[in-house]
Protein backbone atom coordinates (compact mmCIF):
# COMPACT_ATOMS: atom_id res chain seq x y z
CA UNK A 1 0.00 0.00 0.00
CA UNK A 2 2.79 2.49 0.95
CA UNK A 3 4.70 1.57 -2.17
CA UNK A 4 1.61 2.59 -4.21
CA UNK A 5 0.95 5.48 -2.19
CA UNK A 6 4.78 6.90 -3.62
CA UNK A 7 4.31 5.71 -6.66
CA UNK A 8 1.44 8.13 -6.85
CA UNK A 9 2.84 10.79 -5.24
CA UNK A 10 5.81 10.89 -7.61
CA UNK A 11 3.40 11.90 -10.28
CA UNK A 12 2.50 14.81 -8.08
CA UNK A 13 2.96 18.78 -8.66
CA UNK A 14 1.75 19.08 -5.04
CA UNK A 15 3.67 16.31 -3.51
CA UNK A 16 6.68 17.89 -5.69
CA UNK A 17 6.53 20.96 -4.44
CA UNK A 18 6.08 19.97 -0.65
CA UNK A 19 8.73 16.87 -0.52
CA UNK A 20 11.08 19.35 -2.54
CA UNK A 21 10.74 22.77 0.26
CA UNK A 22 11.72 20.62 3.16
CA UNK A 23 15.05 22.25 4.18
CA UNK A 24 16.52 18.43 4.73
CA UNK A 25 15.31 16.91 1.46
CA UNK A 26 17.98 17.66 -0.37
CA UNK A 27 20.73 16.36 1.89
CA UNK A 28 18.85 12.91 2.07
CA UNK A 29 18.73 12.47 -1.53
CA UNK A 30 22.36 13.19 -1.66
CA UNK A 31 22.24 9.13 -0.70
CA UNK A 32 20.99 8.19 -3.79
CA UNK A 33 21.64 10.87 -6.49
CA UNK A 34 25.36 11.57 -6.90
CA UNK A 35 25.25 15.15 -7.66
CA UNK A 36 23.57 18.10 -9.67
CA UNK A 37 26.27 18.63 -12.18
CA UNK A 38 28.57 16.62 -14.45
CA UNK A 39 31.67 17.53 -12.29
CA UNK A 40 29.91 15.64 -9.45
CA UNK A 41 28.79 12.55 -11.51
CA UNK A 42 32.53 12.60 -12.98
CA UNK A 43 33.75 12.71 -9.20
CA UNK A 44 31.21 9.60 -7.99
CA UNK A 45 32.18 7.75 -10.91
CA UNK A 46 36.08 7.94 -10.03
CA UNK A 47 35.65 6.56 -6.64
CA UNK A 48 33.48 3.78 -7.67
CA UNK A 49 35.91 2.51 -10.34
CA UNK A 50 38.27 3.17 -7.81
CA UNK A 51 36.66 0.51 -5.56
CA UNK A 52 36.24 -1.70 -8.78
CA UNK A 53 33.00 -1.00 -10.06
CA UNK A 54 31.48 -0.32 -13.30
CA UNK A 55 28.66 2.43 -13.85
CA UNK A 56 26.18 3.56 -15.82
CA UNK A 57 25.16 7.25 -15.64
CA UNK A 58 21.67 8.45 -15.62
CA UNK A 59 20.91 12.46 -16.45
CA UNK A 60 17.79 12.83 -14.41
CA UNK A 61 14.55 13.87 -16.01
CA UNK A 62 12.17 12.26 -17.99
CA UNK A 63 8.41 13.37 -19.57
CA UNK A 64 9.87 15.98 -21.43
CA UNK A 65 7.29 17.66 -23.52
CA UNK A 66 9.54 20.96 -25.33
CA UNK A 67 11.97 20.24 -27.98
CA UNK A 68 14.44 22.71 -26.63
CA UNK A 69 14.23 20.80 -23.08
CA UNK A 70 14.86 17.85 -25.10
CA UNK A 71 17.93 18.98 -27.13
CA UNK A 72 19.20 20.30 -23.60
CA UNK A 73 19.22 16.90 -22.31
CA UNK A 74 20.72 15.40 -24.96
CA UNK A 75 23.75 18.13 -24.94
CA UNK A 76 23.57 17.69 -20.99
CA UNK A 77 24.78 13.91 -21.71
CA UNK A 78 27.22 15.12 -24.02
CA UNK A 79 29.16 16.90 -21.95
CA UNK A 80 28.98 14.11 -19.34
CA UNK A 81 30.93 11.83 -21.98
CA UNK A 82 33.45 14.16 -23.04
CA UNK A 83 34.12 14.55 -18.82
CA UNK A 84 34.62 11.23 -18.60
CA UNK A 85 36.41 10.93 -21.04
CA UNK A 86 39.95 11.56 -19.88
CA UNK A 87 39.31 8.61 -17.24
CA UNK A 88 39.35 5.81 -19.65
CA UNK A 89 36.73 4.01 -18.70
CA UNK A 90 35.78 2.24 -21.73
CA UNK A 91 32.41 -0.47 -21.36
CA UNK A 92 32.75 0.34 -17.84
CA UNK A 93 31.29 3.98 -18.69
CA UNK A 94 27.72 3.23 -19.77
CA UNK A 95 25.46 5.73 -19.45
CA UNK A 96 21.40 5.35 -19.25
CA UNK A 97 18.98 7.49 -21.26
CA UNK A 98 15.52 7.92 -20.78
CA UNK A 99 13.65 8.14 -24.11
CA UNK A 100 11.12 10.53 -22.36
CA UNK A 101 13.83 12.77 -21.53
CA UNK A 102 14.70 13.11 -25.45
CA UNK A 103 11.57 14.45 -27.08
CA UNK A 104 9.48 10.85 -26.91
CA UNK A 105 6.32 11.72 -26.68
CA UNK A 106 7.02 14.72 -28.18
CA UNK A 107 8.22 13.08 -31.70
CA UNK A 108 9.72 9.83 -32.00
CA UNK A 109 12.02 10.71 -34.83
CA UNK A 110 13.37 13.40 -32.78
CA UNK A 111 14.07 11.13 -29.73
CA UNK A 112 15.89 8.59 -32.52
CA UNK A 113 18.31 11.61 -33.31
CA UNK A 114 18.90 12.56 -29.98
CA UNK A 115 19.85 9.13 -29.11
CA UNK A 116 21.81 8.49 -32.10
CA UNK A 117 24.19 12.00 -30.77
CA UNK A 118 24.42 10.50 -27.50
CA UNK A 119 25.35 6.74 -28.77
CA UNK A 120 27.71 8.76 -31.13
CA UNK A 121 29.46 10.54 -28.11
CA UNK A 122 29.51 7.10 -25.85
CA UNK A 123 31.05 5.07 -29.00
CA UNK A 124 34.00 8.01 -28.75
CA UNK A 125 34.63 7.01 -25.43
CA UNK A 126 34.45 3.15 -26.32
CA UNK A 127 31.25 2.81 -24.05
CA UNK A 128 27.55 1.43 -24.54
CA UNK A 129 24.07 2.73 -23.60
CA UNK A 130 21.28 1.60 -22.33
CA UNK A 131 17.81 2.38 -22.99
CA UNK A 132 16.12 2.79 -19.50
CA UNK A 133 12.23 1.44 -19.94
CA UNK A 134 9.52 3.93 -18.59
CA UNK A 135 5.57 3.25 -18.05
CA UNK A 136 3.91 0.33 -20.20
CA UNK A 137 2.47 2.60 -23.13
CA UNK A 138 6.38 3.70 -24.10
CA UNK A 139 7.56 -0.02 -24.36
CA UNK A 140 6.79 -0.52 -27.87
CA UNK A 141 8.14 2.76 -28.95
CA UNK A 142 10.98 2.40 -26.80
CA UNK A 143 11.98 -1.31 -28.52
CA UNK A 144 11.18 -0.10 -31.86
CA UNK A 145 14.13 2.89 -31.04
CA UNK A 146 16.32 0.56 -29.84
CA UNK A 147 16.29 -1.29 -32.75
CA UNK A 148 17.22 0.93 -35.28
CA UNK A 149 19.90 2.09 -33.06
CA UNK A 150 21.53 -1.28 -33.19
CA UNK A 151 22.07 -0.88 -36.87
CA UNK A 152 25.15 1.07 -36.11
CA UNK A 153 25.41 1.13 -32.48
CA UNK A 154 24.43 -2.75 -31.57
CA UNK A 155 25.93 -2.50 -28.28
CA UNK A 156 22.79 -0.46 -27.38
CA UNK A 157 20.96 -2.24 -24.44
CA UNK A 158 17.70 -1.71 -23.27
CA UNK A 159 16.06 -2.41 -19.45
CA UNK A 160 12.90 -4.93 -19.66
CA UNK A 161 10.47 -4.48 -16.17
CA UNK A 162 9.76 -7.75 -15.28
CA UNK A 163 6.32 -6.94 -13.57
CA UNK A 164 4.94 -6.17 -17.30
CA UNK A 165 2.84 -8.95 -18.49
CA UNK A 166 4.32 -9.15 -21.85
CA UNK A 167 8.41 -9.08 -20.71
CA UNK A 168 8.69 -12.62 -21.23
CA UNK A 169 7.63 -12.46 -24.74
CA UNK A 170 10.11 -9.28 -24.93
CA UNK A 171 12.77 -11.10 -23.08
CA UNK A 172 12.75 -14.15 -25.93
CA UNK A 173 12.84 -11.89 -28.64
CA UNK A 174 16.02 -9.77 -26.58
CA UNK A 175 17.90 -13.13 -26.03
CA UNK A 176 19.89 -13.50 -28.86
CA UNK A 177 23.39 -12.60 -29.26
CA UNK A 178 24.63 -9.44 -29.16
CA UNK A 179 22.12 -7.89 -26.99
CA UNK A 180 22.01 -6.52 -24.03
CA UNK A 181 19.07 -6.80 -21.40
CA UNK A 182 19.16 -5.16 -18.48
CA UNK A 183 16.43 -6.83 -16.31
CA UNK A 184 14.34 -5.00 -13.45
CA UNK A 185 11.34 -5.71 -11.48
CA UNK A 186 9.96 -2.40 -12.35
CA UNK A 187 9.31 0.60 -10.64
CA UNK A 188 6.26 2.62 -12.05
CA UNK A 189 2.59 2.22 -11.45
CA UNK A 190 0.93 0.29 -13.86
CA UNK A 191 -2.67 -1.10 -13.50
CA UNK A 192 -3.81 -5.11 -12.71
CA UNK A 193 -4.62 -4.77 -16.74
CA UNK A 194 -0.94 -5.14 -18.03
CA UNK A 195 1.07 -5.70 -14.66
CA UNK A 196 1.54 -8.08 -12.00
CA UNK A 197 0.54 -6.32 -8.40
CA UNK A 198 1.58 -8.35 -5.44
CA UNK A 199 5.09 -9.06 -4.38
CA UNK A 200 5.17 -12.73 -4.70
CA UNK A 201 3.85 -12.31 -8.48
CA UNK A 202 6.62 -9.89 -9.11
CA UNK A 203 9.60 -12.06 -7.95
CA UNK A 204 8.26 -15.34 -9.47
CA UNK A 205 7.77 -12.80 -12.87
CA UNK A 206 11.40 -12.04 -12.62
CA UNK A 207 12.72 -15.33 -12.44
CA UNK A 208 10.90 -16.42 -15.36
CA UNK A 209 12.22 -13.64 -17.64
CA UNK A 210 15.97 -13.99 -15.46
CA UNK A 211 15.87 -18.19 -16.94
CA UNK A 212 14.68 -16.87 -20.87
CA UNK A 213 17.62 -14.08 -20.68
CA UNK A 214 20.30 -17.26 -18.93
CA UNK A 215 19.23 -19.50 -21.02
CA UNK A 216 19.76 -17.15 -24.53
CA UNK A 217 22.64 -16.20 -25.87
CA UNK A 218 22.78 -12.43 -25.33
CA UNK A 219 24.59 -10.66 -22.58
CA UNK A 220 21.89 -10.44 -19.06
CA UNK A 221 22.08 -7.34 -17.13
CA UNK A 222 20.78 -8.43 -13.56
CA UNK A 223 19.98 -5.45 -11.92
CA UNK A 224 18.45 -6.49 -8.11
CA UNK A 225 20.00 -5.67 -4.53
CA UNK A 226 17.83 -9.17 -3.66
CA UNK A 227 20.10 -12.22 -2.09
CA UNK A 228 17.58 -14.50 -3.52
CA UNK A 229 17.67 -13.10 -7.11
CA UNK A 230 21.79 -13.24 -6.79
CA UNK A 231 21.46 -16.38 -5.27
CA UNK A 232 19.28 -17.58 -8.28
CA UNK A 233 21.56 -16.10 -10.52
CA UNK A 234 24.49 -17.55 -9.77
CA UNK A 235 22.43 -21.12 -10.09
CA UNK A 236 21.29 -20.46 -13.30
CA UNK A 237 24.72 -19.47 -14.27
CA UNK A 238 25.97 -22.85 -13.76
CA UNK A 239 22.32 -24.58 -15.65
CA UNK A 240 23.24 -23.07 -18.48
CA UNK A 241 27.26 -22.90 -18.70
CA UNK A 242 27.56 -19.39 -18.69
CA UNK A 243 30.87 -18.07 -17.11
CA UNK A 244 31.30 -14.96 -14.63
CA UNK A 245 32.32 -12.38 -17.23
CA UNK A 246 29.15 -12.64 -20.02
CA UNK A 247 26.45 -11.33 -17.17
CA UNK A 248 26.44 -8.73 -14.62
CA UNK A 249 24.93 -7.48 -11.57
CA UNK A 250 23.81 -3.82 -11.53
CA UNK A 251 22.61 -1.91 -8.49
CA UNK A 252 21.87 1.41 -7.43
CA UNK A 253 23.70 4.42 -6.51
CA UNK A 254 24.16 4.26 -2.44
CA UNK A 255 21.74 1.16 -1.91
CA UNK A 256 23.37 -1.99 -0.66
CA UNK A 257 27.10 -0.96 -1.24
CA UNK A 258 28.63 -3.37 1.06
CA UNK A 259 27.08 -6.08 -1.67
CA UNK A 260 28.14 -4.21 -4.44
CA UNK A 261 31.85 -4.69 -3.84
CA UNK A 262 31.28 -8.41 -2.17
CA UNK A 263 30.61 -8.90 -5.48
CA UNK A 264 33.17 -7.27 -7.58
CA UNK A 265 35.71 -8.48 -5.00
CA UNK A 266 34.66 -12.48 -6.20
CA UNK A 267 35.18 -11.41 -9.77
CA UNK A 268 31.60 -10.26 -10.63
CA UNK A 269 31.01 -7.51 -12.83
CA UNK A 270 28.67 -4.98 -10.82
CA UNK A 271 27.70 -2.11 -12.26
CA UNK A 272 26.14 0.91 -10.20
CA UNK A 273 23.04 3.00 -11.79
CA UNK A 274 24.31 6.45 -11.12
CA UNK A 275 22.03 9.12 -11.87
CA UNK A 276 22.57 13.25 -11.30
CA UNK A 277 20.89 16.38 -12.15
CA UNK A 278 18.67 18.34 -10.23
CA UNK A 279 15.22 16.70 -11.72
CA UNK A 280 15.61 14.64 -9.54
CA UNK A 281 12.06 14.34 -7.42
CA UNK A 282 10.32 11.12 -9.61
CA UNK A 283 13.41 9.05 -9.63
CA UNK A 284 13.43 9.96 -5.48
CA UNK A 285 10.13 8.78 -5.04
CA UNK A 286 10.06 5.30 -6.50
CA UNK A 287 13.20 4.84 -4.56
CA UNK A 288 11.21 5.38 -1.78
CA UNK A 289 8.37 3.03 -2.84
CA UNK A 290 10.77 0.39 -3.50
CA UNK A 291 12.04 -0.32 -0.28
CA UNK A 292 10.62 0.04 2.89
CA UNK A 293 14.08 1.07 4.98
CA UNK A 294 14.25 3.59 2.42
CA UNK A 295 11.19 5.73 3.54
CA UNK A 296 12.65 4.81 7.52
CA UNK A 297 15.77 6.45 6.03
CA UNK A 298 14.18 9.53 4.65
CA UNK A 299 12.14 10.17 7.68
CA UNK A 300 14.79 10.14 10.68
CA UNK A 301 17.06 12.26 8.64
CA UNK A 302 14.21 14.91 8.23
CA UNK A 303 13.64 14.52 12.25
CA UNK A 304 17.27 15.09 12.54
CA UNK A 305 18.55 11.88 14.03
Not at 63 to 80: G, K, P, Q, V
Not at 119 to 132: I, K, Q
Not at 187 to 206: F, I, N
Request: hydrophobic share 40%.
Amino acid sequence: MLGHLLLAASGSGVVRRTVSGFPLTRKVVGRFVAGESAGEARDAVERLRDAGLAVTIDHLGEETRDARAAEATADAYIRLLEALRPLELGAAGEVSVKLSAVGQRLDETMALEHAREICAAAAANGSPVTLDMEDHTTVDSTLGILRKLREDYPSTGVAIQAYLFRSEEDCRDLAAEGSRVRLVKGAYREPASVAHQGKTAVDKAYVRCLRILMAGKGYPMVATHDDRMIAITELLADRYGRTIGDHEFQMLYGIRTDRQEALAGAGHTVRVYVPYGDDWYGYFMRRLAERPANVAFFLRALGGK
